[in-house]
Structure formats: C-alpha cells, structure tokens
C-alpha cells in the first residue's frame, strides 16, 4: 500500500507530499498516523505521475463524487504533479476536484498560482483559521512569517477569479461568534463562501 490514494466517505482522496510550510498547532500529523480509510498518510518517497495514475486503477471511480487533494502534506508544494493529475482525472473521470490548501501556494512557488487552476479545480478549499493575523502567526507558524495571512486571503481572492467554488474554513467551537461574523464578513469581501467545518481531532 503506498498510501498515495484514500477514501474518505464518498470521496476519494490524494496525499501527493509530506512537505508542508507550516506547523500548524492543531495538526493532525503530530497525533494521527492516518486519516478516512487510510493505513498511513506517511509517504516512503514522493510519488511520480506515472505511480498516481497506477494508483488509480486500483479503485473503482464510479464510486465516487469528488477527486480531493488534501493529505500528510500541503498539496501546492506538488503543484505541477497536481495540475497533471487533476487533468487526468477530469479528462478519465470528469470528477468535480478540490484541493484543501492553506492557501500559501503563491509564496510556496514564488508566483500567483491561481490562473493555473482554472478549468481544472472546481473547489479550492482554504483554512482561514483565524480572522486576525497575530493569532493565524501562532496557530499557523509558517515559515514565510508576517506576510503569511496576507497572502492566503489574496490568493483566495485570486482564486475566485478562476475557480468556481472558493471556500476559506474555521473549525467548530474554535472561534467566539464575533470572530466567525468577522471570518464571514472577509469572506464576502473576498467572494468567498464561508466554511465552518466539523472539528476532526
Ligand atoms: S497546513 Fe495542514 S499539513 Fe500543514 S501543518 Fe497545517 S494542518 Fe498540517
């Protein structure tokens, strides 16, 4: 098992990279070993195109209603190996796709990255996490610093531009209600709708 492909509900999942910018406080790679059906999101080695596509065969796509990226890892820092799969998938399958991001995928690859997506994600999912920047900072600790939460809120707002489904998240009972009107008001500013998703720990 490479742990490449999992399901979760009715979807099935890519881990693509252990790599990540951040060390967020609350994330479950300190904690958990897997996630949905999974043995292990640990990857042994990056995979190539060639191994995904392999990976692919093993399941029965009629079973499922959406291709994500989301894994042990931030799946931007892959993005061309994403943008080759994602195509594969829509012109093998046409799933609707999503990538679960952190948003930082422009710092990550040193340009806005969002025209790239257009035509091959259908949602881009976010974690907004915090609507102040000092606290994103402590939960988030990326390595690109201070310019961090600016970043992920344009490339959200890029996003929108290209991508039809755009939603930036916060966990359930992490927030006070004030904070979540203020998460929800980014939000419509940006274009974006407002996620607040069921705390997974
Ligand atoms: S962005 Fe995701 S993978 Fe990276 S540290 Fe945070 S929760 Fe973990």
Redesign the pocket.
Known sequence: MNNILYKVHDNLYVNLTNR?P???T????QTMDRVGESDSLWLREEPDFETVAAEFGRFDMDAFREVVFCG???PTERLDLLLRVAKYVKETWGKPVRINT?GLGALINGRDIAPELEGLADTVSI?LNTPDKDAYLKL?RPKFGEQSFDAMLSFAKECVRYVPNVVLTTVDTTLTKEQEARCAELCRAIGAKYRIRAWEG
């Open positions: 990540c951040c060390a967020c609350f994330c479950l790679r042990f890892g931030e952190n974690s988030v």
